[in-house]
T-cell receptor
Framework: TQLLEQSPQFLSIQEGENLTVYCNSSSVFSSLQWYRQEPGEGPVLLVT???GGEVKKLKRLTFQFGDARKDSSLHITAAQPGDTGLYLC???????????WGAGTKLIIKP | DTAVSQTPKYLVTQMGNDKSIKCEQN?????MYWYKQDSKKFLKIMFSYNNKELIINETVPNRFSPKSPDKAHLNLHINSLELGDSAVYFC????????????FGPGTRLLVL
């Protein structure tokens, strides 16, 4: 069974600080997606990483896929209150029709 | 135009009742999904449909019956509702498979009393 462990589960920091969220597995994924979910809405895709070692940037957000394609990280620089939300990682593994989801990281950025 | 829409947004009902949630996508996608998100925010796949055919059925009680009348619609009918069914149910779609972006609906908040 493929699993994705996401950490931390909860993070509350001050505006302007940096943070990193991790998504780890013992399984290899063909690609890994990061979503953000705001209260009362469905998850929205932020980025997909496909190649081992790949780094993608989305403004202050930096996403990295591990060399072995078993883990990924999301780093936010100078966090802002607008970054508040639930961040979810999801891996495409053995099945074409089922993503493996992490448990999510609830992020709160205090002004 | 909303890409993936779900109705109703809120559903409050008594234990033992039967209810349905409807989902429609206007993106022309081949694959649709139903997810359950519990109070701890864990997103769990329930069903995946590709071109109206059931592909994934993840250990869901048979009180839950999905139906896909066409590629753009995937409805969820729940019989004999139980307290533990209370959750947010999300419909999603993707062009073909999970390696592509999944587009989620706004969710249906189900509360069973």
């Amino acid at each position: 069974t493929q699993l994705l462990e996401q950490s931390p589960q909860f993070l509350s920091i001050q505006e302007g600080e940096n943070l990193t969220v991790y998504c780890n597995s013992s399984s290899v994924f063909s690609s890994l997606q990061w979503y953000r979910q705001e209260p009362g809405e469905g998850p929205v895709l932020l980025v997909t990483v496909v190649t081992g070692g790949e780094v993608k940037k989305l403004k202050r957000l930096t996403f990295q896929f591990g060399d072995a394609r078993k883990d990924s990280s999301l780093h936010i620089t100078a966090a802002q209150p607008g970054d508040t939300g639930l961040y979810l990682c999801a891996g495409a593994g053995d099945s074409n029709y089922q993503l493996i989801w992490g448990a999510g990281t609830k992020l709160i950025i205090k002004p | 135009d909303t890409a993936v829409s779900q109705t109703p947004k809120y559903l409050v009902t008594q234990m033992g009742n039967d209810k349905s949630i409807k989902c429609e996508q206007n993106l022309g996608h081949d694959t649709m999904y139903w997810y359950k998100q519990d109070s701890k925010k864990f997103l769990k796949i329930m069903f995946s449909y590709n071109n109206k055919e059931l592909i994934i059925n993840e250990t869901v009680p048979n009180r839950f019956s999905p139906k896909s009348p066409d590629k753009a619609h995937l409805n969820l009918h729940i019989n004999s509702l139980e307290l533990g069914d209370s959750a947010v149910y999300f419909c999603a779609s993707s062009p073909v498979g999970v390696w592509e972006t999944q587009y989620f609906g706004p969710g249906t908040r189900l509360l069973v009393l």
